[in-house]
């Protein structure tokens, strides 16, 4: 088993941020091994409220059954997904949390994964880290390149 924490600060302010992160089929679409997300755009979000991903690792495509554990409108969610062979090297949480400073919003990432295997651990961890890095980067720039600043004044001569 290993944990992983990202952090990544959005110039955006904290609703913008959410209303980006709690549209599944867009804000985990970032993630370089989701290939499918069968998730309903405006689907209402609820403890135990479950759906689908098709996870591309290692050459193989891994249908996974998402189960919201955790739902705090503004502030985090939690997403368990397991699949559904029980096979544990690819079982794993996943905590998005939101703080919000001023018009600024840290996004913070987390991951546990449970591969009850030592070797798959070290193998894995780099990978994930690296995963999640570009994931967060990604999602930073669409919800900043998606908010229009008006930081000039322009004035007719």
Partial sequence: MFK???NVLIKA?????????EDF????????FHRQIESTP??????????YIQH???????PMKIAINDWNPNESFT???KTEKEKPGLNHRTTFSLYPEDNFTTLQYSLE??????????FCKPIFKA?????LLKIKNAIESSVTTHSQSFEPI
């Fill in 4 to 6: 992983l924490h990202q």
């Fill in 13 to 21: 302010n904290n609703e913008v941020v959410w209303s980006f992160m």
């Fill in 25 to 32: 089929s867009r804000s985990l679409s970032y993630n370089r």
């Fill in 42 to 51: 405006g689907m209402a979000k609820r403890v135990n409220d479950i759906f």
């Fill in 56 to 62: 591309r690792f290692l050459f193989r495509t891994h």
């Fill in 79 to 81: 997403l368990d997904e």
């Fill in 113 to 122: 994964c449970n591969t009850e295997n030592y070797l798959i651990d070290i």
């Fill in 131 to 135: 995963a999640m890095i570009e994931e």
